[in-house]
């Protein structure tokens, strides 16, 4: 084989994005933003799957450094995507976090009927998992520093699928914030979190069988 051709070949193929790992139809990412090694705080709030769509907004920004992410305060601080989810688990998300110390909302939306969101650590020790209704699904033990998903009826931690499936409901969900949970028309005053998200990406889809493969390439960054 001509080694020249051949390394040609393999610097002309386009790396596949950590938010399209396994197989992902890019047309089912709708937002995906990496806050770890961005340039500056503004580059950092540009989605990178679709840029100059679904751009966050910043009414209290958090802190930024390129070598963590985002860090928010647990008290105030929360970031606007302007993407209002399906109902009824249609959507996915995944998120990579760190050095969580409260009990807040690192993303989600809730409108009374139908929440999307993760609690990663409770009053009862356990990731809690909501998809749907306001109940979800709980699994021992918490997790303070990792990486979480939900696709549907389904709930993933660190590239695991846990076991279980996440409890339905109907709605049609409120604009996804990032740092708390948009909460009934306004940021959940006791759901602020506390801690650093350097990953974060958002489907229109179920993506359960990606899952996996998308949480393993978030991880070595």
Same mark, same amino acid.
């Given at each position: 084989?001509?080694?020249?051709?051949?390394v040609t070949?393999?610097?002309?193929?386009?790396?596949?994005?950590?938010?399209?790992?396994?197989?992902?139809p890019?047309?089912n990412?709708?937002a995906?933003?990496?806050?770890?090694?961005a340039?500056?705080?503004?580059?950092?709030?540009?989605?990178?799957?679709?840029p100059?769509?679904y751009d966050?907004?910043?009414?209290?920004?958090?802190?930024?450094?390129?070598?963590?992410?985002?860090?928010?305060?647990?008290?105030?601080?929360?970031?606007?995507?302007?993407?209002t989810?399906?109902?009824?688990?249609s959507?996915?998300?995944v998120i990579?976090?760190?050095?969580?110390t409260?009990?807040?909302?690192?993303?989600?939306?809730?409108?009374?009927?139908y929440?999307?969101?993760?609690?990663?650590?409770?009053?009862?020790?356990?990731?809690?998992?909501?998809?749907?209704?306001?109940?979800?699904?709980?699994? !021992? =033990?918490?997790?303070?520093?990792?990486?979480? $998903?939900?696709?549907?009826?389904? &709930? /993933?931690? @660190?590239?695991?699928?846990? #076991?279980?499936?996440?409890?339905?409901?109907?709605?049609?969900?409120?604009?996804?914030?990032?740092g708390?949970?948009h909460?009934?028309? !306004? =940021?959940?005053t006791?759901?602020?979190?506390? $801690?650093s998200?350097?990953?974060? &990406? /958002?489907? @229109?889809?179920?993506?359960? #069988?990606?899952?996996?493969r998308?949480?393993?390439?978030?991880?070595?960054?």
């Amino acid at each position: 084989m001509d080694i020249r051709r051949f390394v040609t070949q393999i610097a002309g193929k386009k790396a596949i994005p950590w938010y399209l790992a396994g197989g992902v139809p890019a047309a089912n990412c709708v937002a995906a933003y990496k806050p770890i090694g961005a340039i500056d705080i503004a580059a950092s709030y540009i989605n990178i799957a679709n840029p100059g769509t679904y751009d966050l907004t910043a009414p209290s920004p958090p802190a930024f450094d390129a070598a963590v992410g985002w860090t928010f305060d647990g008290i105030a601080n929360y970031l606007v995507t302007g993407i209002t989810n399906g109902a009824a688990q249609s959507w996915s998300a995944v998120i990579k976090f760190a050095s969580m110390t409260n009990n807040g909302r690192p993303f989600g939306s809730y409108d009374g009927g139908y929440g999307f969101f993760i609690i990663p650590d409770n009053a009862g020790n356990a990731v809690t998992y909501i998809n749907g209704g306001n109940t979800g699904l709980a699994k !021992t =033990p918490k997790l303070l520093s990792g990486t979480l $998903g939900i696709a549907g009826a389904n &709930a /993933f931690r @660190n590239s695991m699928q846990e #076991a279980g499936t996440i409890t339905a409901a109907a709605g049609s969900g409120r604009s996804i914030y990032i740092g708390c949970m948009h909460y009934l028309g !306004t =940021p959940g005053t006791v759901n602020f979190f506390a $801690g650093s998200i350097s990953h974060i &990406a /958002f489907y @229109n889809t179920d993506i359960t #069988a990606y899952m996996p493969r998308v949480m393993e390439s978030i991880n070595p960054t």
